[in-house]
């Protein structure tokens, strides 16, 4: 028989919880129902393994569940015993009518910036944490019948945030996407800035205190909630169907004054965003929720004309020995093995082809949005008048010149707003 263990893998014919041991041969019968002491239930139930065998297996009655197949359909202890052993999980859908689908888990992450080039506002990255049958899945057709690259076939729009949004334009297809995902992972839509950091992982304190009411910003700004609530029950049901599921989204916001310390320390920007980028993968690695031994794919855009990124990987993600498949000007390559999982992780031109890059681009770009607004807002309320600013080099000087007198009357530092590169 197999053996499984919530979490690890017990070899011995014992389903393992965090406190008790549970004989597995105890529930040899199909339909039976076995109450382990953590009071997780779970049911047998007739499964056919890769080589043609009927045997019962152990599933837990709830919308998904965690089951363990070990690399070869023969009983464990008929198995060498390898230092480690590498364990697929499978993701089962239950059923009134029993285990109907089953799939090997793994993690895909996307990762992608926005506003690296402007002076003003801060450095937003946005990280998206998926898990999918396996890493070579394509989400755009898995989630087709509620997503789409392009605009105009009454699905939520997912792309690079460039061609989802332009300057002159409303932010409320953007908006209406980043927020629909948003509500799926945490079960709400924020109703101010503030709380959308939260629900985001990013910090406003670093703002200073003149600019603490910024916090208080309303939520959402074009989108209506009933699209959001509408996007939201569609993705749902859409990643019950497929075996796909967002189950996490995390975006860093690198406002000025944390911006300059860290140009200060590493010396160039483009340093500030490959390790900014990596703490986030990291964070994301470590929001996996279940099989901690399931393969990760680890997707980002390039950063600016890097080709090497060995030495950052063992500095931000891994002590492992990192091995290089491929260092090029459109894409660098790399993996290792932690533990008894393999991740791979890819610096691509043009990343946001995939579909977790192009959310995390749109996550991104949607907290810089959000930021600039909240900034402009700030200002127009003690300059009536002023132009609004994007935060760009050359109509940044313009806006610095004309709140100049403000600023120094309001004791705000240069170093508090203005991007030293």
């Known amino acids: 028989m197999w053996s499984t263990e919530l979490g690890r893998i017990c070899h011995r014919g014992w389903l393992k919880t965090s406190s008790s041991l549970f004989e597995r041969r105890s529930d040899r019968s199909p339909g039976r129902v076995g109450t382990i002491s953590t009071g997780n239930v779970w049911q047998v139930a007739p499964v056919t393994t890769p080589n043609g065998r009927t045997m019962p ?17 023969v009983p464990p202890a008929r198995q060498a015993r390898p230092a480690c052993r590498r364990p697929s999980y499978v993701l089962c859908w239950a059923t009134s009518k029993g285990v109907v689908k089953g799939a090997v888990v793994a993690f895909l992450i996307g990762t992608d910036e926005a506003g690296y080039g402007p002076n003003l506002g801060p450095l937003t990255i946005g990280g998206t944490l998926w898990q999918v049958p396996d890493t070579s899945v394509d989400l755009y057709q898995a989630l087709d019948s509620v997503v789409s690259p392009r605009r105009g076939k009454g699905r939520l729009v997912v792309a690079d945030s460039k061609q989802v949004y332009q300057s002159g334009q409303t932010i409320e297809v953007l908006e209406e996407t980043v927020l629909s995902f948003l509500k799926v992972v945490t079960g709400a839509t924020p109703e101010r800035f503030g709380q959308l950091g939260e629900m985001l992982g990013f910090c406003l304190q670093g703002l200073g205190a003149s600019f603490a009411s910024v916090a208080e910003f309303p939520l959402p700004v074009c989108a209506e909630r009933s699209e959001i609530e509408a996007g939201a029950e569609r993705l749902g049901q859409t990643f019950g169907e497929s075996g796909c599921r967002l189950t996490a989204c995390q975006t860093a916001a690198i406002f000025p004054s944390r911006f300059n310390q860290a140009v200060i320390k590493f010396g160039n920007k483009a340093e500030v965003l490959s390790s900014e980028t990596l703490t986030l993968a990291g964070r994301l690695m470590e929001l996996r929720t279940t099989g901690d031994d399931s393969d990760v ?35 660098s390559q790399y993996n290792w093995q932690q533990g008894c999982t393999s991740v791979s992780i890819r610096f691509n031109a043009k990343g946001e082809q995939l579909l977790p890059i192009a959310l995390a681009s749109m996550m991104a770009k949607y907290v810089r949005e959000i930021a600039m607004l909240v900034w402009n807002d700030f200002w127009q309320a003690k300059l009536p008048g002023i132009r609004p600013t994007k935060g760009y080099p050359l109509d940044a000087r313009r806006f610095k010149k004309e709140i100049a007198e403000l600023q120094q009357s309001l004791g705000i530092q240069d170093q508090q707003i203005w991007r030293s590169r």
């Open 297 to 331: 794919w680890i997707g980002c855009d390039k950063h600016g004309g890097r080709s090497k990124y060995a030495g950052m990987l063992n500095q931000y993600l891994t002590s492992e020995f990192v091995r290089i498949d491929k260092e090029s000007l459109e894409s």
């Open 57 to 73: 297996h152990l599933y837990r009655p709830s919308r998904f569940c965690l089951r363990m197949q070990t690399p070869r359909c």
